[in-house]
């Protein structure tokens, strides 16, 4: 069954059919089928089968991290028999484990059939009114939806802008497909959750609204950057890519270890997609267009391929050849826009920037204890006796988000851009006011060019990737 498995995503054909999917996804789950009661079932880091006694730790395998045992896997869906497929592939999902979460979380369940309903909260729909603003508090905005934030912002943009009325997208099936994107997000995962891919979608909103683009993308590049915004990190599963690669992940193997998590959102979005046949109205060569050009703008957002995108910017600025009237050009806007969304943090104002600072190395410090547990090798940046946080922003605000921001203010010089690099600047200072220590180190590696860009930016780019 596992060659089954393999054959049936190494096929020949690039455009793989519904089924396929469905065994990506049943293929990450670690199963347990002496466990008649399992109800939820969940990937990665801390594998566990729900039962009526609770959460369980489940061992397979060589290694803790990699639990998958696809014949079990397959034997068990085929073998049950009465129970529909779609209510297979609901509990074989990796982060169908919504309710749990939720719950853990002490968010009461909201009834995703009455997610859209316009009574929602007054003061979150107050909110919407400056969604386009670089202020906006996406923390608050996800207490007053109840944890709901991506599917309220993603919606209300899609509405704002008219494209479900320009696409005909079909009001069941679209809240169906933001419900679905929003559960496939971790939300025990400090950082890379819904709120951070809300927040990346509010960011890419802000972007597309700036002069440059608005004037010329088309409607089609708005849906395909907001969709590719709020699916980017689809299933991050909270540790990064060289974990994966350590720990003998599959997913590792199934991508040759090239954009291992970014592969895995794109296809996690279109899995989505096609189940919820939100684009099944639409001619095919168009719906695998779209699928298309939503992997490219998610793979866009692999930080090990920082250098390349940010050499490509720079030369088409240096010789200001970029057209916009092109399609292939704006695509590599659309790519570089949400690139900057995806890493904006450090550019928000100092109480929202600050929050996201203190989850993403919590996550970090969190695979780091992992390592440390298991005797692994502990990742740069993710060692929590060795780092702060400090160090950390420090470091990735010198190495990989001022000199992505700086090209961008150089094509988009707008307030916006001027307010951004003002935030970063404001930002760093304050986190070498808190940690002198970082500071000093960062600035010794800026005084040594070839230091300054090899060393210490390949070393955050694929290690201490905060956007992995
Ligand atoms: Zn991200």
């Known amino acids: 069954m596992r060659f089954k498995f393999f054959f049936s995503l190494w096929s020949v054909t690039s455009s793989w059919c519904i089924k396929k999917i469905c065994n990506v996804r049943r293929g990450a789950i670690s199963y347990d089928s002496s466990d008649q009661t399992a109800l939820y079932i969940r990937m990665l880091g801390d594998v566990r089968v729900r039962s009526q006694v609770g959460f369980e730790p489940e061992r397979r395998g060589s290694h803790p991290y990699l639990g998958v045992d696809f014949r079990t896997l397959h034997s068990r869906a085929e ?113 890379h959750n819904a709120v951070h891919a809300a927040d990346v979608t509010q960011a890419m909103h802000c972007y597309l609204r700036e002069p440059k683009l608005a004037q010329s993308l088309t409607s089609f590049d708005i849906l395909l950057g907001l969709l590719a915004a709020a699916t980017h990190d689809l299933d991050h599963p909270g540790v990064n890519q060289p974990f994966l690669i350590k720990t003998n992940h599959y997913l590792a193997a199934l991508y040759r270890n090239t954009s291992v998590l970014e592969n895995h959102h794109w296809r996690s979005a279109v899995g989505l997609l096609r189940e919820t046949e939100l684009f099944s109205h639409l001619p095919v060569e168009d719906s695998l267009s779209i699928e298309r050009q939503l992997g490219s703008l998610i793979l866009a957002t692999d930080i090990s391929r920082q250098n390349e995108y940010l050499s490509r910017f720079r030369t088409h600025l240096d010789e200001n050849d970029l057209c916009l009237g092109h399609a292939s050009h704006r695509h590599f806007v659309l790519q570089m826009a949400l690139k900057c969304a995806d890493i904006c943090n450090p550019c928000r104002p100092w109480e929202l920037s600050k929050q996201w600072s203190e989850k993403v190395t919590e ?106």
Request: glycine share 6%.
């Open 79 to 191: 073998s049950a028999g009465s129970i529909p497929a779609r209510r297979i592939r609901r509990l074989f999902s990796f982060q169908r484990h919504l309710l749990s979460s939720r719950l853990l979380r002490g968010a009461p369940h909201l009834n995703p059939l009455h997610i859209l309903d316009e009574d929602y909260c007054g003061q979150a729909k107050c909110m919407l009114e400056k969604v386009g603003s670089w202020n906006f508090d996406i923390f608050l905005f996800d207490r007053l939806t109840n944890g709901n934030s991506l599917v309220f912002l993603t919606f209300n943009l899609l509405n704002q802008y008219g494209l479900i009325e320009l696409f005909q997208l079909d009001m069941v099936k679209l809240r169906r497909f933001l419900v679905l994107v929003q559960e496939d997000y971790h939300n025990q995962n400090p950082y």
């Open 363 to 468: 996550e970090f410090f969190h695979q780091g204890d992992i390592e440390k547990k298991h005797k692994l090798e502990i990742s740069p940046l993710c060692d929590s006796e060795a780092n702060t946080i400090a160090s950390v922003q420090i470091g990735f605000m010198t190495y990989v988000v001022e000199p992505l921001f700086a090209e961008w203010a150089r094509f988009s010089d707008t307030r916006l851009s001027q307010t951004m690099l003002g935030h970063l600047g404001l930002n760093k200072a304050s986190w070498s006011a808190l940690e002198p220590e970082a500071s000093g180190s960062s600035e010794e590696g800026e005084s040594e060019p070839g230091r300054a860009t090899e060393e210490p930016s390949s070393r955050a780019l694929s290690q201490g990737s905060q956007e992995s």
